[in-house]
């Protein structure tokens, strides 16, 4: 019975972070509609449109047309946007549409921002389809009742996808964005379906969030999420917008990944459910935050995560040494009242039981994972997909079954009590460890735990295991609560991998510690609840390794390319992949060469397959100086840069010893602050106008500089006498696939 009661909890805590039902066309008209929103899919969204692209023309003049209906004030924005992150700097010509509704008070406006360009590789329905439609329909909507008394703009961003362009452009235009300001919502996708969670707040959400849990109809949002989305190299438009100094909220869903960028990403993949969850709470909060007066909007960060479903806790930092204090507190008077009447003693064992707990489940986990990629080998899917659920939730089953052996051995003499006891005391102490390390993650600490002590405290006055056990579900209840949805959440985000079962390991531990009296219940005897527990895990680890495989649902993604070096008159194809797969062996063979092909990959000394190709007459980009001077140590070369056979990119590859300090496109600058990699300086620009663009470099040395040059185009040229099948379904172009490359090199 025990069972079945953690089993429907675990259960009960998935379901209630799940989007809400779709909203049909005949919903009343002040209401989200997902259907409403994704009729507009098809005129804009059902190929791909990249920037630069006709098709992203064509996008941008439906979404115009489209606001100006609804009764915006619209203009195009056309800016130039670089983005750095380290030896990559990415810079290109974005088109920004900006929409302006007048609100009755003419005052700080709400700005609801998502960018319409998509990938080359995909028609983009969801990255970020769903976020635009999601912005038109919310301002339908909005459009049937009263004005809102706070201004509202919609900002669209072009060239999202190669670097955040559009987004850093604008913030470069407007540095007096948060002056006119108040709330920024930015709306993204990192897959087709599920739950939208507000992932990333602007500094200082003290005020924010609590706002956040008041007007969103479903709000699903956790500050450990965003305390380690600071840390992680992710980006998007809202990093660029947060320059400016605005107050802001991120949004985005991210099951299905395996759709993302790539043509899977199709309004018959998109779920209706996650465009009414984005929807809905865009609607709710634009109402709200459009009738308030948007000052004062920053206090101290807080903590904050789901509890029940879609209700949010909210509390300030202060909170958590409260929570420290009330769990030691706690485990003190369970220490002393027990010490009193004799019921336990701590010793060495119950405390290094954690330790070794902590280290048979993760280790028995991770290693498992090893073999079973030996197993499978290059037919392991990337995402949530339903195999690697099957692998997780395998995987999942073994770290039970050694956790539960190894308790149950530290716990046979002692006792469950005793046990319990000591693995909460050093629960407790990393509970503190991580509020000081990442106080914005403390809750997934401390909240089992102090239920955990409040467990051990009431469950001295039971003298039978089954009233231990049922004081466990203190513990246990409110912990899987937690933990459940979050573990899902890491699997999801961050892919079946060693990281999201380090992370499930963690959790599982931690549950088993704080609720270890009703686990001991549960599992006697022992050694049969672990052989159930492993053969349930052999057997869902045997039904995902078999549905493991590239399929037409499931394409395995490759990359090739056409590249041709003018200077040596010669061409290869080149792949970054490991291997050659069906597809790629017509153009590489069977035996191409692995390693660096500097001349065919401008510069770059990434590994890579290659084999010579046909050699096809293509015109090159071509470089000129414009002036090139001394100022203070600091030598300014600006050079005049074509493309040729209208290709959308450029690239200009510098060697690592540059001493770049900063780079100017189309007078347009950007500081370099130099990682410490000894990478090559890559510089990438998209939307390349056909009079070509302008880069100045200000760098000390050397002299005389290398500097590699290259434009792509997509598709490969025509060889004469040559065909090619096309891929099967099984497979797919990856990012960067299928383009012609051609490449020369300077000397300045």
Same mark, same amino acid.
């Given at each position: 019975?025990?069972?079945?009661?953690?089993i429907?909890?675990?259960?009960?805590?998935?379901?209630?972070t799940?989007?809400?039902?779709?909203?049909?066309?005949? /919903?009343?008209?002040?209401?989200?509609?997902?259907?409403?929103?994704?009729?507009?899919?098809?005129?804009?969204?059902?190929r791909?449109?990249?920037?630069?692209?006709?098709?992203?023309?064509?996008?941008?003049?439906? &979404?115009?047309?489209?606001l100006? /209906?609804?009764?915006?004030?619209?203009?195009?924005?056309?800016?130039?946007?670089?983005?750095?992150?380290?030896?990559?700097?990415?810079?290109?010509?974005a088109?920004?549409?900006?929409?302006?509704f007048?609100?009755?008070?003419?005052?700080?406006?709400?700005?609801?921002?998502?960018?319409? !360009?998509?990938?080359?590789? %995909?028609?983009?329905?969801?990255?970020?389809?769903?976020?635009?439609? +999601?912005?038109?329909?919310?301002?339908?909507?909005?459009?049937?009742?009263? #004005?809102?008394?706070?201004d509202?703009?919609?900002?669209?961003?072009?060239?999202?996808?190669?670097?955040?362009?559009?987004?850093?452009?604008?913030?470069?235009?407007? #540095?007096?964005?948060?002056?006119?300001?108040?709330?920024?919502l930015?709306?993204?996708?990192?897959?087709?379906?599920?739950?939208?969670?507000? =992932?990333?707040?602007?500094?200082?959400?003290?005020w924010?969030?609590?706002?956040?849990?008041?007007?969103?109809?479903?709000?699903?949002?956790?500050?450990?999420?965003?305390?380690?989305?600071k840390?992680?190299?992710?980006?998007?438009?809202?990093?660029?917008?947060? *320059?400016?100094?605005?107050?802001?909220?991120? =949004?985005?869903?991210?099951?299905?990944?395996?759709?993302?960028?790539?043509?899977?990403?199709?309004?018959?993949?998109?779920?209706?459910?996650?465009?009414?969850?984005?929807?809905?709470?865009?609607?709710?909060?634009?109402?709200?935050?459009?009738?308030?007066?948007?000052?004062?909007?920053?206090?101290?960060?807080?903590?904050?995560?789901?509890w029940?479903?879609?209700? &949010?806790?909210?509390?300030?930092?202060?909170?958590?040494?409260?929570? +420290?204090?009330?769990?030691?507190?706690?485990?003190?008077?369970?220490?002393?009242?027990?010490?009193?009447?004799?019921?336990m003693k701590?010793?060495?064992?119950?405390?290094?039981?954690?330790?070794?707990?902590?280290?048979?489940?993760?280790?028995?986990?991770?290693?498992?994972?090893?073999?079973?990629?030996l197993?499978? %080998?290059?037919?392991?899917?990337?995402?949530?997909?339903?195999?690697?659920?099957?692998?997780?939730?395998?995987?999942?089953?073994?770290? =039970? +079954?050694?956790?539960?052996?190894?308790?149950?051995?530290?716990?046979?003499?002692?006792?469950?009590?005793?046990?319990?006891?000591?693995l909460?005391?050093?629960?407790?102490?990393?509970?503190?460890?991580?509020?000081?390390?990442?106080?914005? %993650?403390s809750?997934?600490?401390?909240?089992?735990?102090?239920?955990?002590?409040?467990?051990?405290?009431?469950?001295?006055?039971s003298?039978?295991?089954?009233?231990?056990?049922?004081?466990?579900?203190?513990?246990?209840?409110?912990?899987?609560?937690?933990?459940?949805?979050?573990?899902?959440?890491?699997?999801?985000?961050?892919?079946l991998?060693?990281?999201?079962?380090?992370?499930a390991?963690?959790?599982?531990?931690?549950?088993?510690?704080?609720? $270890?009296?009703?686990f001991?219940?549960?599992?006697?005897?022992?050694?049969?609840?672990?052989?159930?527990?492993?053969?349930? +895990?052999?057997?869902?680890?045997?039904?995902?390794a078999?549905?493991?495989?590239?399929? /037409?649902?499931?394409?395995?993604?490759?990359?090739?390319?056409?590249?041709?070096?003018?200077?040596?008159?010669?061409?290869? @194809?080149?792949?970054? !992949?490991?291997?050659?797969?069906?597809?790629?062996?017509q153009?590489?063979?069977?035996?191409?060469?692995?390693?660096?092909?500097?001349?065919?990959?401008?510069?770059?000394?990434?590994?890579?397959?290659?084999?010579?190709?046909?050699?096809?007459?293509?015109?090159?980009?071509?470089?000129?100086?414009?002036?090139?001077?001394?100022?203070?140590a600091?030598?300014?070369?600006?050079?005049?840069?074509?493309?040729?056979?209208?290709?959308?990119?450029?690239?200009?590859?510098?060697?690592?010893?540059?001493?770049?300090?900063?780079v100017? $496109?189309?007078?347009? *600058?950007?500081?370099?602050?130099?990682?410490?990699?000894?990478?090559?300086?890559?510089?990438?620009?998209?939307?390349?106008?056909?009079?070509?663009?302008?880069?100045?470099?200000?760098?000390? %040395?050397p002299?005389?500089?290398?500097? @590699? &040059?290259?434009?792509?185009?997509?598709?490969?040229?025509?060889?004469?006498?040559? *065909?090619?099948?096309?891929?099967?379904d !099984?497979?797919? /172009?990856?990012?960067?696939?299928?383009?012609?490359?051609?490449?020369?090199?300077?000397?300045?």
């Amino acid at each position: 019975m025990f069972s079945l009661v953690l089993i429907v909890v675990a259960d009960w805590a998935l379901y209630g972070t799940r989007p809400p039902r779709a909203e049909g066309l005949q /919903a009343p008209l002040d209401q989200f509609s997902a259907a409403r929103a994704m009729s507009h899919l098809p005129h804009f969204a059902a190929r791909p449109h990249p920037i630069g692209s006709e098709t992203n023309q064509q996008a941008r003049e439906y &979404l115009v047309e489209t606001l100006r /209906a609804l009764g915006a004030e619209v203009q195009v924005e056309t800016t130039t946007g670089i983005h750095a992150r380290g030896r990559f700097v990415r810079a290109g010509t974005a088109q920004n549409i900006l929409g302006r509704f007048p609100g009755s008070a003419n005052s700080r406006a709400v700005m609801l921002v998502a960018h319409y !360009d998509s990938v080359p590789e %995909g028609p983009g329905a969801a990255d970020d389809g769903a976020g635009v439609i +999601a912005i038109l329909e919310t301002v339908r909507a909005l459009r049937t009742g009263a #004005p809102l008394q706070n201004d509202l703009v919609v900002l669209l961003t072009d060239g999202e996808e190669p670097g955040l362009l559009g987004a850093a452009g604008f913030a470069a235009d407007h #540095p007096d964005l948060a002056a006119r300001v108040g709330v920024v919502l930015n709306l993204e996708a990192r897959g087709s379906s599920g739950p939208a969670m507000m =992932f990333e707040t602007s500094d200082q959400n003290g005020w924010l969030v609590p706002e956040l849990a008041r007007a969103a109809p479903y709000p699903l949002a956790s500050s450990l999420t965003y305390t380690v989305y600071k840390i992680l190299p992710n980006d998007t438009d809202l990093s660029e917008l947060k *320059t400016t100094g605005v107050a802001a909220f991120n =949004f985005a869903f991210t099951e299905t990944f395996q759709n993302y960028h790539s043509r899977l990403d199709t309004k018959e993949a998109l779920d209706p459910r996650s465009v009414q969850h984005l929807g809905a709470n865009a609607l709710g909060l634009t109402r709200h935050f459009g009738n308030l007066p948007l000052t004062n909007l920053r206090k101290p960060d807080c903590v904050y995560f789901n509890w029940l479903g879609h209700r &949010l806790l909210v509390y300030p930092m202060w909170v958590v040494w409260v929570l +420290a204090v009330a769990t030691f507190a706690l485990l003190g008077f369970a220490f002393a009242l027990a010490r009193r009447r004799s019921l336990m003693k701590l010793t060495v064992a119950s405390l290094g039981a954690f330790f070794v707990l902590l280290l048979a489940v993760a280790g028995g986990m991770l290693l498992i994972w090893e073999g079973i990629k030996l197993v499978i %080998g290059d037919s392991l899917l990337v995402g949530d997909t339903l195999s690697n659920q099957l692998l997780f939730g395998g995987l999942i089953a073994i770290g =039970f +079954a050694l956790g539960t052996v190894v308790l149950a051995a530290f716990g046979s003499k002692p006792g469950a009590r005793q046990l319990h006891a000591g693995l909460l005391l050093v629960a407790a102490v990393l509970a503190t460890v991580v509020a000081v390390l990442l106080p914005g %993650g403390s809750y997934l600490f401390q909240w089992p735990v102090l239920f955990g002590a409040g467990s051990l405290l009431l469950g001295l006055n039971s003298k039978s295991p089954i009233g231990l056990t049922l004081w466990g579900l203190v513990a246990a209840i409110p912990s899987i609560l937690i933990l459940a949805p979050i573990t899902y959440f890491f699997f999801v985000v961050l892919d079946l991998n060693l990281v999201s079962l380090l992370v499930a390991s963690i959790l599982l531990s931690l549950l088993l510690a704080v609720a $270890w009296p009703i686990f001991d219940f549960i599992i006697r005897p022992w050694r049969g609840t672990a052989i159930s527990a492993a053969l349930l +895990a052999l057997a869902l680890i045997i039904s995902g390794a078999a549905l493991s495989h590239s399929s /037409a649902p499931h394409p395995r993604r490759d990359t090739l390319l056409y590249s041709l070096n003018v200077d040596q008159r010669k061409a290869k @194809w080149v792949s970054y !992949d490991e291997a050659t797969d069906s597809w790629t062996r017509q153009f590489l063979g069977t035996n191409p060469s692995k390693g660096s092909a500097v001349a065919f990959t401008v510069g770059s000394d990434r590994n890579c397959l290659s084999a010579d190709a046909p050699l096809v007459n293509l015109e090159a980009p071509s470089a000129s100086v414009v002036s090139d001077r001394m100022k203070d140590a600091v030598r300014m070369l600006r050079l005049h840069l074509v493309p040729a056979r209208h290709a959308q990119t450029m690239v200009v590859r510098l060697p690592a010893e540059a001493d770049l300090r900063s780079v100017t $496109w189309n007078d347009r *600058t950007r500081e370099i602050h130099a990682s410490e990699d000894k990478q090559p300086w890559s510089l990438r620009y998209d939307a390349v106008p056909p009079e070509g663009v302008d880069l100045e470099l200000h760098l000390r %040395g050397p002299r005389p500089l290398q500097v @590699w &040059l290259a434009d792509w185009s997509p598709g490969f040229p025509e060889i004469a006498g040559r *065909t090619y099948d096309p891929r099967p379904d !099984d497979l797919m /172009a990856d990012g960067g696939s299928d383009i012609t490359l051609v490449g020369r090199q300077y000397t300045f």
